[in-house]
């Protein structure tokens, strides 16, 4: 989930083209080598500027320095300077990039990785940039200027005169200044005027007449492909995602280390077991699997260059290689033969979390993949697809349609509709809509449930875009309006919505104003039309309740779906719901997972899926909610949320921690000596009884 610079771009680069040629056995001598070059590049990237070029950055450097105040107004200085030179000189603004990564330095001197994220990097092209074509800017053999990045677009639409704009911007991307409070909405966007009053008719939800009658629901999210797995590379580096080619551990393995004796470790019980080194492992087009040969990267690497190879079907700390993905789907299309999936929500993030190694084609080949096998699998069951943080590039960037440069990512919204309607997930006259919408759609299932898919980058803290004009614009993205729109027709009609997306509203990552407008029109529209909401991108099993805003009443609730990834220290996973026929509630919901860690030496076989749990058996194990009665917010209020909350019930904690980590071997421990540890309660209490990002920031310790 990390962004680069275009400078750490061609460090990389640099790096990884030496530790491929030499793994095994980078030694101590070629990493401070390594380091060394690293610094030099930096440096070499300025010394080769043109002098005007050099002088102008220093000048500005030596004002942004001096500047005084506390690290709020620093940072805003630091942004409104900027602006005000490209305004003043034009002709300097691809400059600015480099201004700021000077800056930057200057203030983390040895932390050069702490300027990683910060607000000069976006590149528009990235992928093995030599360091040359840095010398000009422009890269010798497309001509593209690569100091043309998102960051200078958006500061020319920022808001400057803003103080507010400045500090969210400062608080997300530095934690230099405060939160700003949120605004109370109708007071600053006369919220409420955008929609309907709700009468009586409207606040309570549909019941059915007669017997339960019910169908199942496929619910997947974070495949997070890892195209460059590499079976037998460092399982446990320094910088996840590990498992590529380039993954090392800075910690170098003593002499003596003994790879066979690590593993034994893992599991002191076993005495024979069978490393799964099969780097050729498959599935066929028919769905057989195919092991292929043993390769004995312990042996043939001498059995202490690493300190924990990566085996077939992944590791802890790292994203799924492909044939883990064609696994957990095998077990899926298996588990329909029974269950009859009649549709697939997916909500999110294909892409891997290799953000160096990215570009537009890396994107575009892990989607076409990853819908691929979706359709390979799942054949006829229909895939409804959110599109996540890591789908798009650069990193999590999307521009508002309304506004200068807005065709800067509908090559991704072109080849989604395309694939989507292809795939015959939705129908042709989706294609316009779901290209000129963010990938965003709304379709009608069979039965007659509206779905609504929704963009999370248009709220995402990382999006830069996205602090455009963010105190006075409720809706840069046209995306609320576009919501409100759909739900109102709902009401009018009777039918019930499910609303999906990758980033839920209580996380960190959602934009504070963005996620309480989306809790009011949750408010305003449930119970009666609003059924559920899912998403993912957290990669645990969790949940959000959104109480009224009146007090302490449960009004609808959100599923956050765990992830088939197991980055990080999570056992792949995935879920279905049993959905009522007729109002279209949730009646129950199954998981199932696999113990990854049991393939690491099973002698590379397919790794063995358990059914986990069942909500109703797990926390309702005496039965009292009616059998026939939704899983709404009411019951995730009364059977986990109250107990949860409750942090002397570290027992009840702990199972929900259990559940969220599917039972894996890293699973937190919730007890902190006689209390709750920060951890639990925060992924526990926090996420479970708040909705909206502001809430959850507020409850969050440590
Ligand atoms: C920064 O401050 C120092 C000390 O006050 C001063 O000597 C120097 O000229 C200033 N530099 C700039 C660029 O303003
Ligand atoms: C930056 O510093 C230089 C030299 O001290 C000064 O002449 C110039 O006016 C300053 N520029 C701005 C925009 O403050
Ligand atoms: C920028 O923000 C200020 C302060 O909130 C506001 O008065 C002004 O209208 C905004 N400017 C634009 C162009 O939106
Ligand atoms: C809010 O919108 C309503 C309906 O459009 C309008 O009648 C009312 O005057 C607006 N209120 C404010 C404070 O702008
Ligand atoms: C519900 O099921 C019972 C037992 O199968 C049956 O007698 C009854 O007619 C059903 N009611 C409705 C409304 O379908
Ligand atoms: C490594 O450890 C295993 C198991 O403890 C032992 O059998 C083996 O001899 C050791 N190998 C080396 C090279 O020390
Ligand atoms: C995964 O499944 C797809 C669809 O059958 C196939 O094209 C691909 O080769 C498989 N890859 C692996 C590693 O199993
Ligand atoms: C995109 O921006 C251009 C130029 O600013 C504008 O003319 C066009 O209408 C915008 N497109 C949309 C869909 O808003
Ligand atoms: C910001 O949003 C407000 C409200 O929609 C709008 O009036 C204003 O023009 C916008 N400012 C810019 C710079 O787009
Ligand atoms: C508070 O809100 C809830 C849910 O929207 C509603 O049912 C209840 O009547 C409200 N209570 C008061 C006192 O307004
Ligand atoms: C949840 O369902 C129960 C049983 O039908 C109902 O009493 C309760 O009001 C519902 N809660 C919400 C928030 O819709
Ligand atoms: C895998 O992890 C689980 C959970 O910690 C543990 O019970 C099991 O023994 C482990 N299996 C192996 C082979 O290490």
Redesign the pocket.
């Known amino acids: 989930m990390k962004f680069t610079s275009q400078f750490q771009f061609v460090i990389f680069f640099f790096v990884s083209l030496t530790v491929a040629h030499t793994v095994p056995g980078v030694d101590t001598l070629q990493r401070q080598a390594l380091a060394k070059r690293d610094a030099n590049l930096v440096d070499a990237i300025y010394n080769n500027l043109k002098p005007t070029d050099s002088d102008f950055i220093l000048t500005h450097l030596g004002n942004l320095t001096n500047a005084t105040g506390s690290k709020c107004d620093q940072c805003k200085n630091k942004i409104r300077y900027a602006r005000s030179l490209i305004d003043n000189q034009p002709e300097k603004e691809h400059l600015i990039s480099l201004l700021l990564f000077k800056y930057c330095l200057s203030k983390n001197k040895n932390k050069e990785s702490k300027c990683d994220s910060k607000d000069f990097f976006v590149t528009t092209t990235s992928k093995n940039k030599e360091a040359t074509s840095f010398e000009a800017g422009i890269d010798s053999t497309t001509g593209v200027n690569f100091y043309d990045n998102d960051f200078i677009k958006v500061l020319k639409l920022f808001n400057t005169s803003s103080e507010t704009d400045l500090e969210y911007y400062c608080y997300y991307k530095e934690s230099t200044c405060k939160l700003p409070k949120t605004p109370d909405l109708d007071v600053a966007f006369n919220l409420s005027s955008k929609w309907p009053k709700k009468d009586a008719k409207h606040e309570v939800a549909p019941t059915f007449d007669g017997n339960l009658s019910t169908f199942n629901v496929l619910h997947i999210s974070d495949f997070h492909i890892q195209l460059r797995y590499q079976v037998g590379s460092e399982a446990n580096c320094s910088k996840t995602p590990c498992c590529l080619p380039e993954s090392v551990n800075a910690e170098l393995p003593t002499q003596d280390y003994?790879f066979?004796?690590v593993y034994?470790d893992i599991d002191a019980t076993l005495d024979t077991f069978e490393y799964s080194f099969y780097p050729d492992a498959h599935y066929t087009s028919n769905n057989s699997y195919v092991k292929g040969d043993y390769y004995d990267l312990p042996k043939s690497r001498g059995?202490n260059s690493n300190s924990l190879p990566a085996s077939t079907f992944g590791t802890y700390m790292c994203d799924s290689p492909e044939v883990l993905l064609n696994n957990t789907l095998a077990h899926i299309s298996n588990t329909s033969k029974n269950k009859n999936f009649e549709f697939t929500i997916f909500t999110g993030d294909l892409v891997d979390h290799d953000v160096v190694h990215c570009d537009a084609d890396t994107t575009k080949k892990a989607e076409i993949r990853g819908f691929g096998m979706m359709k390979h699998f799942l054949d006829h069951i229909p895939v409804y697809p959110s599109l996540g943080n890591h789908d798009t590039f650069p990193y999590g960037q999307l521009s508002p349609l309304g506004k200068k440069y807005n065709n800067t990512y509908n090559w991704n919204d072109a080849l989604m509709s395309d694939l989507w309607v292809s795939n015959g997930w939705l129908a042709e006259n989706k294609r316009n809509f779901v290209k000129s919408h963010y990938s965003g759609f709304s379709t009608i299932t069979e039965r007659g449930l509206k779905v609504i898919s929704l963009n999370s980058n248009c709220y995402y803290q990382k999006n830069l875009w996205s602090y455009v004009n963010i105190t006075q614009d409720y809706d840069l993205f046209g995306q609320w309006d576009f919501l409100i729109d759909e739900l109102t027709e709902s009401e009018r009609k009777g039918e019930r919505v499910w609303i999906m997306a990758h980033i839920p509203p209580s996380d960190f990552d959602a934009l504070p104003i963005q996620s309480k407008v989306f809790a009011k029109i949750v408010e305003r529209f449930s119970p009666y039309t609003i059924a559920n909401i899912f998403y993912g991108h957290t990669h645990m099993d969790q949940f959000s309740i959104l109480y009224s805003s009146n007090g302490t009443v449960p009004v609808n609730m959100a599923w956050i779906s765990q992830s088939v990834t197991p980055l990080s220290n999570y056992n792949p996973s995935w879920r279905y719901y049993e959905v009522e026929d007729k109002t279209f509630n949730i009646i129950n919901s199954y998981n199932y997972y696999t113990q990854l860690n049991e393939t690491f030496t099973n002698g590379g076989d397919e790794p063995e899926w358990d059914f986990e749990y069942s909500a109703r058996d797990a926390y309702d194990p005496k039965g009292d909610w009616p059998s026939n009665a939704p899983l709404n917010a009411t019951f995730w209020d009364k059977y986990v949320a109250s107990n949860i909350r409750n942090e002397s019930n570290i027992e009840f904690n702990q199972l929900y921690a259990d559940y969220m980590f599917r039972l894996s071997p890293y699973v937190p421990d919730c007890k902190n000596g006689s209390v709750i540890s920060d951890e639990c309660y925060n992924n526990n209490w926090c996420t479970a009884g708040h909705f909206t990002s502001e809430e959850f920031i507020a409850c969050e310790r440590g």
């Open positions: 003994n066979t004796s034994t059995y």
